[in-house]
Protein backbone atom coordinates (compact mmCIF):
# COMPACT_ATOMS: atom_id res chain seq x y z
CA UNK A 1 0.00 0.00 0.00
CA UNK A 2 2.86 2.22 0.93
CA UNK A 3 3.94 2.11 -2.89
CA UNK A 4 0.96 2.71 -4.39
CA UNK A 5 0.44 5.51 -2.27
CA UNK A 6 4.05 7.15 -2.97
CA UNK A 7 3.33 6.84 -6.58
CA UNK A 8 0.04 8.34 -6.68
CA UNK A 9 1.28 11.37 -4.59
CA UNK A 10 4.82 11.41 -7.04
CA UNK A 11 2.19 11.45 -9.90
CA UNK A 12 0.20 13.94 -8.57
CA UNK A 13 3.31 16.29 -7.80
CA UNK A 14 4.72 15.59 -11.34
CA UNK A 15 1.46 16.36 -13.42
CA UNK A 16 0.58 19.37 -11.21
CA UNK A 17 4.59 20.69 -11.58
CA UNK A 18 4.92 20.30 -15.49
CA UNK A 19 1.27 21.66 -16.30
CA UNK A 20 2.78 24.79 -14.07
CA UNK A 21 5.88 25.04 -16.03
CA UNK A 22 3.68 25.24 -19.29
CA UNK A 23 4.22 28.23 -21.36
CA UNK A 24 0.04 28.25 -21.34
CA UNK A 25 0.24 28.45 -17.61
CA UNK A 26 2.60 31.11 -17.61
CA UNK A 27 1.38 32.91 -19.95
CA UNK A 28 -2.06 32.78 -18.70
CA UNK A 29 -0.83 34.11 -15.33
CA UNK A 30 1.58 36.86 -16.98
CA UNK A 31 -1.57 37.93 -18.45
CA UNK A 32 -3.66 38.25 -15.75
CA UNK A 33 -0.96 39.38 -13.19
CA UNK A 34 0.58 41.77 -15.65
CA UNK A 35 4.10 40.96 -16.61
CA UNK A 36 4.21 38.23 -13.96
CA UNK A 37 7.64 38.88 -13.30
CA UNK A 38 7.87 36.88 -9.89
CA UNK A 39 6.54 34.06 -11.60
CA UNK A 40 9.63 31.69 -11.77
CA UNK A 41 10.92 32.38 -7.77
CA UNK A 42 6.88 31.52 -7.08
CA UNK A 43 7.06 28.54 -9.19
CA UNK A 44 10.63 27.00 -7.59
CA UNK A 45 9.22 27.75 -4.07
CA UNK A 46 6.03 25.76 -4.47
CA UNK A 47 7.78 23.25 -6.27
CA UNK A 48 9.85 22.33 -3.63
CA UNK A 49 7.56 23.36 -0.96
CA UNK A 50 4.61 20.79 -2.29
CA UNK A 51 7.56 17.96 -2.74
CA UNK A 52 7.98 17.70 1.47
CA UNK A 53 4.39 15.88 1.60
CA UNK A 54 5.93 13.02 -0.27
CA UNK A 55 9.73 13.08 1.69
CA UNK A 56 7.17 12.86 4.87
CA UNK A 57 5.10 10.25 3.59
CA UNK A 58 8.50 8.31 2.72
CA UNK A 59 9.94 8.66 5.93
CA UNK A 60 6.13 7.61 7.39
CA UNK A 61 4.30 4.93 5.95
CA UNK A 62 4.83 1.16 6.89
CA UNK A 63 8.52 0.67 5.15
CA UNK A 64 11.10 -1.81 5.31
CA UNK A 65 14.57 -2.19 4.13
CA UNK A 66 15.85 -3.32 0.45
CA UNK A 67 19.45 -3.10 0.51
CA UNK A 68 22.50 -2.01 2.42
CA UNK A 69 25.87 -1.81 0.78
CA UNK A 70 29.01 -2.50 3.30
CA UNK A 71 32.01 -1.36 3.80
CA UNK A 72 34.37 -0.59 1.90
CA UNK A 73 31.41 0.01 -1.07
CA UNK A 74 28.99 2.30 0.81
CA UNK A 75 32.11 4.82 1.09
CA UNK A 76 33.28 4.73 -2.26
CA UNK A 77 28.98 5.41 -3.37
CA UNK A 78 29.45 8.53 -0.90
CA UNK A 79 32.20 9.36 -2.60
CA UNK A 80 30.21 9.77 -5.89
CA UNK A 81 27.55 11.30 -4.04
CA UNK A 82 29.61 14.22 -3.12
CA UNK A 83 31.03 14.09 -6.73
CA UNK A 84 27.70 14.31 -7.91
CA UNK A 85 26.83 17.68 -5.71
CA UNK A 86 29.86 19.25 -6.58
CA UNK A 87 29.31 18.46 -10.48
CA UNK A 88 25.47 19.97 -9.80
CA UNK A 89 26.64 23.08 -8.13
CA UNK A 90 29.30 23.91 -11.59
CA UNK A 91 26.32 22.85 -13.50
CA UNK A 92 24.25 25.46 -12.11
CA UNK A 93 26.95 27.98 -12.10
CA UNK A 94 26.97 27.57 -15.70
CA UNK A 95 23.39 28.82 -16.52
CA UNK A 96 22.10 31.96 -15.68
CA UNK A 97 21.73 30.99 -11.83
CA UNK A 98 20.18 34.18 -10.83
CA UNK A 99 17.55 33.56 -13.64
CA UNK A 100 17.18 29.97 -13.14
CA UNK A 101 15.84 30.40 -9.73
CA UNK A 102 13.90 33.53 -10.83
CA UNK A 103 15.36 36.23 -8.78
CA UNK A 104 17.20 38.43 -11.78
CA UNK A 105 13.07 38.79 -12.82
CA UNK A 106 12.20 40.41 -9.94
CA UNK A 107 14.62 43.03 -10.78
CA UNK A 108 14.98 42.93 -14.87
CA UNK A 109 12.17 41.99 -17.65
CA UNK A 110 12.52 38.47 -18.31
CA UNK A 111 14.48 37.80 -21.61
CA UNK A 112 14.94 34.37 -23.62
CA UNK A 113 18.15 32.69 -22.29
CA UNK A 114 21.29 32.29 -24.30
CA UNK A 115 21.69 28.36 -25.48
CA UNK A 116 24.45 26.81 -23.10
CA UNK A 117 26.86 24.37 -24.77
CA UNK A 118 29.77 25.13 -22.45
CA UNK A 119 31.27 23.52 -19.68
CA UNK A 120 29.23 20.30 -18.44
CA UNK A 121 26.86 21.12 -20.89
CA UNK A 122 29.25 19.93 -23.71
CA UNK A 123 29.32 16.57 -21.89
CA UNK A 124 25.85 16.41 -21.59
CA UNK A 125 22.72 18.48 -22.55
CA UNK A 126 20.98 17.60 -18.95
CA UNK A 127 23.50 17.69 -16.57
CA UNK A 128 21.82 18.70 -13.97
CA UNK A 129 19.65 15.88 -14.42
CA UNK A 130 22.14 13.50 -14.87
CA UNK A 131 24.23 14.42 -11.29
CA UNK A 132 20.76 14.49 -9.74
CA UNK A 133 20.16 11.39 -11.11
CA UNK A 134 23.63 9.98 -10.03
CA UNK A 135 23.48 11.16 -6.50
CA UNK A 136 20.08 9.39 -5.39
CA UNK A 137 21.04 5.97 -7.37
CA UNK A 138 24.44 6.50 -5.49
CA UNK A 139 22.38 6.15 -2.12
CA UNK A 140 23.77 3.27 -0.37
CA UNK A 141 21.21 2.19 1.16
CA UNK A 142 17.70 2.05 0.29
CA UNK A 143 14.07 1.01 1.49
CA UNK A 144 11.20 0.05 -0.47
CA UNK A 145 9.88 3.61 0.25
CA UNK A 146 13.01 5.99 -0.69
CA UNK A 147 13.35 3.63 -3.45
CA UNK A 148 9.71 3.74 -4.62
CA UNK A 149 10.38 7.78 -4.71
CA UNK A 150 13.86 7.48 -6.36
CA UNK A 151 12.08 5.45 -9.34
CA UNK A 152 9.11 7.95 -9.57
CA UNK A 153 11.98 10.78 -9.56
CA UNK A 154 13.67 8.89 -12.29
CA UNK A 155 10.72 8.44 -14.59
CA UNK A 156 9.82 12.09 -13.84
CA UNK A 157 13.03 13.26 -14.85
CA UNK A 158 13.34 11.17 -17.98
CA UNK A 159 9.65 12.16 -18.94
CA UNK A 160 10.16 16.10 -18.07
CA UNK A 161 13.11 15.84 -20.42
CA UNK A 162 11.35 14.75 -23.16
CA UNK A 163 9.00 17.46 -23.13
CA UNK A 164 11.90 19.95 -22.40
CA UNK A 165 13.41 18.91 -25.62
CA UNK A 166 10.55 20.04 -27.16
CA UNK A 167 10.14 23.28 -25.55
CA UNK A 168 13.95 23.66 -26.79
CA UNK A 169 14.08 22.81 -29.80
CA UNK A 170 10.76 25.32 -30.23
CA UNK A 171 12.85 28.28 -28.12
CA UNK A 172 16.06 27.52 -30.06
CA UNK A 173 15.60 25.59 -33.51
CA UNK A 174 18.20 24.20 -35.81
CA UNK A 175 20.85 25.44 -32.94
CA UNK A 176 19.74 23.34 -30.13
CA UNK A 177 18.47 20.52 -33.25
CA UNK A 178 22.62 20.65 -34.28
CA UNK A 179 23.50 20.57 -30.27
CA UNK A 180 21.51 17.79 -30.09
CA UNK A 181 22.55 15.58 -32.53
CA UNK A 182 26.15 15.76 -31.38
CA UNK A 183 26.08 15.85 -26.75
CA UNK A 184 24.38 13.05 -25.63
CA UNK A 185 21.26 13.99 -23.23
CA UNK A 186 22.18 12.27 -20.11
CA UNK A 187 24.63 9.82 -20.24
CA UNK A 188 28.02 11.19 -21.76
CA UNK A 189 29.17 8.83 -24.78
CA UNK A 190 25.38 7.93 -25.74
CA UNK A 191 23.99 9.93 -28.50
CA UNK A 192 21.40 8.51 -30.76
CA UNK A 193 20.69 9.25 -34.51
CA UNK A 194 23.86 10.88 -35.46
CA UNK A 195 23.54 11.31 -38.78
Known amino acids: MSIFILLLAMTLWGVVH ?82 FVGLRQLFEKEKSGDLVTRGLYRIVRHPLYTFSLLFVWLTPSASQNSLTVYIGATLYILIGTYFEERKLLRDFGEAYASYKRKTPMLIPGLVFGRK
Open 18 to 99: SFLASHFVKGMISLKAGGADFYRLAYNIFAVVSFAPILYLMRTLPDQAVYQVPSPWNLVMFGGQLFAMLMLLIAFLQTDSLS
